[in-house]
């Protein structure tokens, strides 16, 4: 690894670091071995291959990671990419919590790094899901008021998208419902839930 690959940004980011101090460095150093260049994006060191989003390092309170853009499209032999959240599509994690296991996955490391940019060489792309299941409580406010359904399907796929999550992740109905009620003027004119 060569000194004028590393970003003077990310050395900012790591002078900052109080917690997981070290296992950025050791993590940041078996990424730059895989000749890929480094920068801050989401205020986290990210790196590339030809200005794609390879992998980025990130710190949460009970571990580290390295986060895969695409991971979804890698072969995962060993088990180690874990999806952050039910909703997050694309991206894959291999979650740290101390120096050694990442001393310890090195090879593996570089291995899925190496895949990760054969993915983005051959153009791969993660197919998003765009079937939404509509809650019951929003289909009966379409029914009642058909141009609410029209201004919703006016909305982008991501806008709807929120909302639908939003209003689904309530667990009871009458929850859904006052969700549904609270949020219907915006989607009438055209917002998003956070606009």
Request: glycine residues 4%; positive net charge.
């Amino acid at each position: 690894m060569t000194n004028s690959r590393k970003n003077r940004k990310v050395d900012g980011f790591l002078k900052k670091a109080k917690k997981w101090k070290s296992e950025f460095e050791t993590l940041r150093n078996i990424v730059l071995d895989c000749d890929l260049s480094e920068d801050i994006k989401w205020m986290h060191p990210c790196y590339m291959f030809e200005n794609k989003n390879i992998v980025l390092i990130h710190g949460f309170k009970e571990y580290c990671a390295l986060l895969f853009h695409k991971g979804a499209l890698l072969k995962d032999p060993h088990g180690i990419l874990v999806q952050q959240t039910e909703n997050v599509q694309a991206a894959r994690q291999i979650r740290f919590t101390n120096v050694q296991e990442i001393v310890e996955m090195e090879t593996i490391l570089k291995a899925y790094i190496y895949e990760a940019i054969e993915v983005e060489k051959a153009g791969l792309e993660v197919k998003k899901n765009t079937e939404f299941t509509i809650p019951e409580e929003l289909q009966n406010k379409f029914d009642e008021i058909p141009a609410l359904k029209t201004a919703f399907e006016a909305l982008t796929p991501g806008r709807q998208r929120a909302y639908i999550l939003y209003f689904s992740n309530a667990k009871q109905s009458k929850t859904r419902e006052s969700r549904v009620e609270k949020y219907m003027q915006q989607i009438l004119d055209g917002k998003g839930l956070n606009d």
